[in-house]
């Protein structure tokens, strides 16, 4: 029986974030929707099915440089950490190329070797969005195929909090400065309105304490539903992403998004949303004024955007990589 073999480090990551839930969700969805007599096994230094006993940071230094351990014929790597030959590696931006200066300098070293190393190893690339297949071809010499394979939602359902304010913008990430996180503080503060923060501190001191700001740190599923039903607006003013899962979830669950100008937020977007100038306060502020002066105006379009992305479509675009 042939085995498809998930590694699923990045959950074991201090802060596994937008990876960590791409992570969880595939892996639930190729179970889901594996081809028969297929089977799907996890693989990890801890909490997995086949457990790598190698400390964490001895693993990454191995498959950095291309050495075992081996995991078997069939691997998907959901983040670069695993660049094997014959493995199918997804790569979620190019961010290490094209904004280095919003990861720290030992990231941007680690993330542009593993990559190089996938983009001429690998079985395959899957990569979320056209997007971000481009700038890669761009960035790095690519010579396996480069499949893309956008991202599912889930859609989160709940009830309005109560111990937040009635009104207020939503941001959702990992607070470090290529989210933009600070000049949200700015324009909210400006327009007199509450900010909510979703999402552990990150690298980079980004320092987010307001009188208007909400720091929740990370949140349950159940939480951030909850938080979601009552937002305003969904802000991502990122100066770079490589999907932007917060957005479709925010348009699932009928919230309007404003969102910064970059390719593939404007690419999983599709018009949905509100576009405004990255790194500019003043395009982010009048697009927020817009949006919170009448909120209706892009939720049908938002929720019709989110429904045509599936977890179970991305699990089966991965699957013609392996199967």
Do not use: C
Request: proline letters at 8%; aromatic letters at 4%.
């Amino acid at each position: 029986m042939p085995e498809l073999v998930v590694l699923t480090e990045q959950l074991n990551a201090p802060v596994p974030g937008g990876t960590g839930r791409y992570t969880a969700e595939l892996l639930k969805a190729l179970a889901r929707t594996a081809p028969e007599g297929w089977s799907v096994t996890t693989a990890a230094t801890a909490n997995a099915d086949r457990v790598i006993r190698v400390p964490r940071r001895v693993l990454v230094a191995l498959w950095e440089r291309g050495l075992p351990p081996k995991l078997g014929r069939h691997v998907h790597a959901p983040t670069p950490l695993a660049p094997l030959p014959g493995a199918v590696v997804t790569v979620h931006d190019v961010v290490p190329w094209t904004h280095p200066e919003t990861l720290t300098p030992r990231g941007v070293a680690w993330h542009r070797k593993v990559i190089s190393r996938a983009a001429v190893q690998a079985r395959a690339l899957v990569v979320p969005t056209q997007a971000v297949a481009d700038q890669l071809r761009d960035q790095v010499r690519v010579e396996v195929p480069v499949h893309v394979v956008p991202n599912g939602v889930t859609k989160l359902v709940g009830d309005k909090p109560g111990d937040l304010p009635e009104r207020y913008v939503l941001a959702i990430g990992t607070i470090e400065p290529r989210k933009g996180f600070d000049l949200l503080v700015r324009a909210t503060e400006r327009l007199k309105v509450g900010l909510v923060v979703i999402g552990p501190q990150g690298w980079g001191g980004v320092d987010l304490r307001a009188a208007h700001v909400t720091l929740l740190g990370k949140v349950s599923d159940d939480r951030l539903a909850s938080v979601l039903a009552g937002a305003t607006v969904l802000a991502a003013p990122s100066l770079a992403e490589g999907f932007g899962l917060p957005v479709l979830e925010a348009m699932a669950a009928g919230v309007p998004v404003v969102h910064s100008d970059d390719p593939a937020l404007v690419e999983v977007a599709g018009g949905a949303g509100t576009v405004v100038r990255r790194g500019d306060l003043a395009s982010l502020t009048e697009g927020l004024r817009a949006v919170l002066a009448d909120p209706d105006h892009t939720i049908e379009a938002g929720l019709t955007r989110a429904s045509e992305f599936t977890w179970e479509k991305t699990a089966r675009g991965v699957w013609v990589t392996h199967a």
